[in-house]
Nanobody, 127 residues
Framework: VQLVESGGGLVQAGGSLRLSCVVS????????IGWVRQAPGKVREPVSC????????WYTDSVKGRFTIDSDNAKNVVYLQMNSLKPEYAATYSC?????????????????????WGKGTRVTVSS
């Protein structure tokens, strides 16, 4: 299984980016998959996840209403649309997945025990 992210870059505050995670080796239908981020000197935190089998999505409070996670099942790609970006959102965003779909529920994302991790894509937000 491989997860390959893209779409990061430099954007001004208030701008938008769309991150992509191309998944190979497993179908999106059978996993929990999502995004975590880590800024320099800060702890890693979950951002959003989706589980097609469970019919669930979840967002951390700070991005609700700004970020949207969706997927193209035919292409096996997961996206994170990020709007109204703030400087505090700057971080390396990594795509992660687990073979247990319930690891993503409407209540949270159990990201501590992910099976697979992408290398990440850097998001920089200028003020």
């Amino acid at each position: 299984v491989q997860l390959v992210e893209s779409g990061g870059g430099l954007v001004q505050a208030g701008g938008s980016l769309r991150l992509s995670c191309v998944v190979s080796g497993v179908s999106l239908d059978v996993v929990a998959i999502g995004w975590v981020r880590q800024a320099p000197g800060k702890v890693r935190e979950p951002v959003s996840c989706t589980s097609i089998r469970e019919g669930s999505t979840w967002y951390t409070d700070s991005v609700k209403g700004r970020f949207t996670i969706d997927s193209d099942n035919a292409k096996n790609v997961v996206y994170l649309q990020m709007n109204s970006l703030k400087p505090e959102y700057a971080a390396t965003y990594s795509c992660v997945s687990h073979a247990t779909p319930v690891y993503c529920s409407h209540y949270g994302f159990y990201y501590y025990d992910m099976d697979y991790w992408g290398k990440g894509t850097r998001v920089t937000v200028s003020s």
